[in-house]
Nanobody, 122 residues
């Protein structure tokens, strides 16, 4: 059974930083592409960033490029999302996702976490 468990969300001021973590189990993590998505109130879920298991290739949404950084630790079966220079519009529930393919640009994910709330105050 695949489980993705996010942690690290919270309340942060604009301009501040947070790091999210997503611990994965039930998958061969070193062969799993990981992604982060988010859903703001009243909006559809949107892609944030992904990291491929093959070569560590990444893909970022334009809205977060240069502010957010994804990384992975295969020894810990964990993917991280370092978020800096927060803007109020970054407020959302952040979801971790996993897929078996190697493409970092695909948006088709097989497994999802429960999400963690990030709230940015202005």
């Amino acid at each position: 059974q695949v489980q993705l468990v996010e942690s690290g969300g919270g309340l942060v001021q604009a301009g501040g930083s947070l790091r999210l973590s997503c611990a994965a189990s039930g998958v061969t993590f070193s062969r799993t592409t990981m992604g982060w998505f988010r859903q703001a109130p009243g909006k559809e879920r949107e892609f944030v960033v992904s990291i491929s298991w093959f070569g560590g290739g990444t893909d970022y949404a334009p809205s977060v490029k240069g502010r957010f950084t994804i990384s992975r630790d295969n020894a810990k079966n964990t993917v991280y999302l370092q978020m800096n220079s927060f803007k109020p519009e970054d407020t959302a529930i952040y979801y971790c996702a996993a897929r078996s393919g190697s493409s970092a640009t695909s948006r088709a994910y097989d497994y999802w976490g429960q999400g963690t709330q990030v709230t940015v105050s202005s």
